[in-house]
């Protein structure tokens, strides 16, 4: 059997890409690299403070899926409204 027979959907979706050409090397791999670790940090950093009030249902969700998660409840809102910012948190759709 061929191993791509193993991949899942986005592997093969890449592994196309990969044979058609369309990723090249990147010159200068470890300033490139330097430039998006600071990029991370520069997004992981929090350096201001908010207080909000919300019901305490809300809470208590928000604390179970941060348990389920495997995170601290804090950590785990930050990282929700980072996705909302950053355009990546899709709403469900019913």
């Known amino acids: 059997m061929k191993k791509s027979l193993y991949l ?3 592997e093969k979706d890449l592994e196309e890409a990969l044979n058609r ?12 690299i330097g430039k998006y670790q600071q990029y991370a940090r520069n ?21 179970t899926k941060a348990v389920e998660e495997g995170l601290p409840y804090q950590t785990f809102i930050a990282s929700v409204l980072h996705k909302f910012a950053a355009g990546r948190l899709l709403a469900k759709q019913h």
Not at 21 to 32: A, I, P, Y
Not at 48 to 60: F, P
């Open 21 to 32: 050409g369309e990723w090249r090397s990147v010159k200068n791999l470890k300033e490139e």
């Open 8 to 10: 899942d959907v986005e």
């Open 43 to 63: 997004t992981l950093r929090k350096d201001k403070r908010v207080n909000i009030r919300i019901s305490s249902t809300d809470l208590e969700a928000l604390q």
